[in-house]
């Protein structure tokens, strides 16, 4: 990640744990396939501020975290599986970084 970003991957495989494993000033954005499109600028947007996303596992997200979340979106109109979403929202994360900061990567 370009300097003064940082990231880090948590895993949690029981429901119950996952509210303790964020942190407690980030924006939570849920990832849901019926969520919001954004294009890459407004990606960017969403890192000016300290943010959590959250990928469910195959069932999805439990409801009520849903509810929570400032933010529904979505990565593709595709269902991805958990471990592609992952990838795609780590390089999503590192373009928008890139282009925060000014770095060529990103091009239009």
């Given at each position: 990640m370009p300097k003064g970003y940082e990231l880090a991957?948590?895993?949690?495989?029981?429901?119950?744990?996952?509210?303790?494993?964020?942190?407690?000033?980030?924006?939570?954005?849920?990832l849901d396939e019926r969520g919001?499109?954004?294009?890459?600028?407004?990606?960017?947007?969403?890192?000016?501020?300290?943010?959590?996303?959250?990928?469910?596992?195959?069932?999805?997200?439990?409801?009520?975290?849903?509810?929570?979340?400032?933010?529904?979106l979505r990565l593709s109109s595709l269902t991805l599986p958990h471990a592609l979403a992952q990838v795609v929202l780590l390089e999503q994360l590192y373009r928008a970084a890139t282009l925060l900061t000014g770095h060529p990567y990103h091009r239009e």
């Open positions: 991957r948590i895993a949690v495989k029981q429901e119950h744990r996952l509210r303790a494993a964020l942190p407690r000033n980030a924006r939570l954005i849920a919001n499109d954004y294009n890459t600028r407004q990606f960017a947007g969403l890192l000016k501020s300290e943010a959590a996303f959250v990928i469910g596992g195959a069932d999805g997200l439990p409801a009520d975290l849903k509810s929570e979340a400032s933010l529904l």
